[in-house]
């Protein structure tokens, strides 16, 4: 899951925040981490995998004193452009993540994900100060159990 061209962009030291594997179909959980920044530039990649269901995001963010770093956190501008996102499907997954209207958290939009097989990536670059803390959160629904895999690292 870390060693291909989607996750190629990630140098150093590399983070894991969350690694899911095979779980049970759950609501809308609530997720938060913290990091400190090693770089200039950060990135976080999401990897999701679920072939029987699908993986519900929504109203990511990452702070530092406040300020917002990730844009459209709750994917409600409906795109998936390089502008905010980089989406990366490497082997070509069925069913792979998609904004839609059928799971949000909040808002009307989420990103809908049940990549089927093999991992599809979601991730977002954005600036850091290096030995600044920064927060990071989002929420995660699982609507059916495995196989799947849900994975956030970050790094510079």
């Known amino acids: 899951v870390l060693n291909n061209t989607c996750t190629a962009i990630l140098s150093g030291t590399v983070t894991i925040l969350v690694n899911l594997s095979n779980v049970p179909k759950f609501l809308y ?5 913290s990091f400190i ?3 200039n530039k950060t990135t976080m ?13 929504d109203d990511i963010s990452v ?9 459209n956190g709750g994917f409600e501008l409906n795109s998936l452009t390089p502008q905010h996102y980089t989406y990366c499907n490497p082997d070509g997954a069925s ?22 097989k093999y991992s599809d990536y979601l991730s977002q670059s954005f600036a850091t100060v290096i030995g600044s803390n920064y927060n990071i959160s989002f929420w995660l629904a699982n609507e059916g159990g495995g196989p799947n895999s849900f994975l956030a690292i970050i790094g510079g």
């Not at 702070?63 to 844009?71: L, R």
């Not at 792979?96 to 808002?107: E, Q, R, W």
Request: glycine share 8%.
């Open 37 to 39: 920044a090693k770089s």
């Open 45 to 57: 990649i999401l990897a999701l995998r679920q072939d029987p269901s699908y993986w519900c995001l």
């Open 63 to 71: 702070t530092n004193n406040g300020t917002e770093m990730w844009q």
């Open 29 to 33: 959980r609530y997720h938060q981490y």
């Open 95 to 116: 069913a792979s993540g998609i904004i839609s209207t059928n799971c949000p958290h909040s808002g009307s939009y989420s990103f809908y994900d049940g990549s089927v």
